[in-house]
């Protein structure tokens, strides 16, 4: 019970510091129940969405643009940091935590 509770509370300061910080929905879930070697024995996930800027993807019309690009690009920059930022504070809070991030996204020059 009191493990529950100190998730409980963990979940509403991540949820308030990653909001604050450009997320625009952050979820929680159980994987108890799915099979441990597929979770990497981690008990809990977190999901983290950032909203991408309308007008960019009003623009898209046969296919993706340059815009669309940087726009892809800032947002999974804002992603990696904020799954850092969560794993963080989870590991500050005495769990372990392990942040799922790409740091770079390969382009086709000659397109």
Do not use: W
Request: glycine fraction near 8%.
């Amino acid at each position: 019970m009191e493990g529950d509770i100190k998730m409980n509370c963990l979940s509403t300061e991540l949820r308030k510091c990653l909001i604050g910080k450009g997320a625009s929905i952050v979820g929680f879930a159980d994987l108890k129940d799915i099979p441990e070697d597929q979770r990497e024995s981690y008990r809990y996930g977190i999901s983290i969405a950032v909203a991408m800027n309308p007008h960019v993807i009003a623009g898209i019309e046969n296919g993706p643009t340059k815009d669309y690009y940087a726009e892809y690009t800032r947002v999974n920059e804002l992603l990696d940091n904020l799954d850092e930022y969560a794993a963080k504070i989870i590991r500050q809070r005495g769990f372990k935590a392990l942040p799922k991030v790409k740091r770079s996204i390969q382009t086709d020059k000659t397109t």
